[in-house]
């Protein structure tokens, strides 16, 4: 029963398969099959060309056309070469500024500690850095904040990236290993 239903089916498909196939195919060669869109256009005329051929002034004046751009090599990364400035503007750009001038840059972040080991827990905590600030030992875990200023951020195998509180700048404070003592 089954075996004689899927047989039903595929001379079906295979009867819908030969019906599209003819729909499509064979409608186009025959000039029948989708109506205005493979019939020919009855309505098409050409266009009035008299004495067709090139335009000789407007060939010669777009050969006289000179390229006033940029030069760039776009197979070369980087900007394109600086375009040379003539006399006047040369001296306008050795003028000197005139006006406020900014304040400098603030100097780079001192962290008053020295960081000279971490420990990792094996239950997947957070990472702990000892800092050394004078004669205290100080156990700082990630995100907990130190000197009453600083916040230990993250710790790498190297170094510890430290950020200030009040400024929200950042530090990196690189691994110190400790000296090496005289007695064995």
Do not use: C, W
């Not at 080991?117 to 995100?143: H, I, K, Q, Y």
């Not at 600083?150 to 950020?163: G, K, M, P």
Request: no cysteine; proline share 12%; glycine share 12%.
């Amino acid at each position: 029963m089954r075996g004689r239903r899927e047989l039903y089916i595929l001379g079906a498909l295979l009867v819908a398969l030969v019906g599209a196939g003819y729909y499509f195919f064979a409608g186009r060669d025959a000039g029948s099959g989708l109506p205005g869109v493979f019939a020919e256009d009855k309505k098409f005329e050409p266009l009035d060309v008299r004495e067709p051929g090139l335009r000789m002034d407007l060939l010669e004046k777009i050969q006289k056309l000179q390229y006033e751009g940029s030069h760039r090599n776009i197979f070369v990364p980087g900007p394109p070469p600086a375009r040379p400035m003539p006399a006047g503007e040369v001296a306008e750009a050795q003028r000197p500024f005139v006006g406020p001038k900014l304040p400098p840059p603030p100097p780079p972040l001192q962290i008053p500690a020295e960081f000279f080991g971490f420990a990792a827990p094996t239950n997947g905590g957070r990472r702990v850095a000892f800092f050394t600030s004078g004669d205290d030992v100080l156990v700082v875990a990630e995100g907990d904040t130190f000197l009453g200023r600083f916040r230990l951020d993250h710790i790498n195998n190297d170094n510890a990236d430290v950020e200030e509180v009040s400024t929200g700048r950042h530090a990196t404070v690189p691994l110190v290993q400790p000296p090496a003592s005289g007695t064995p």
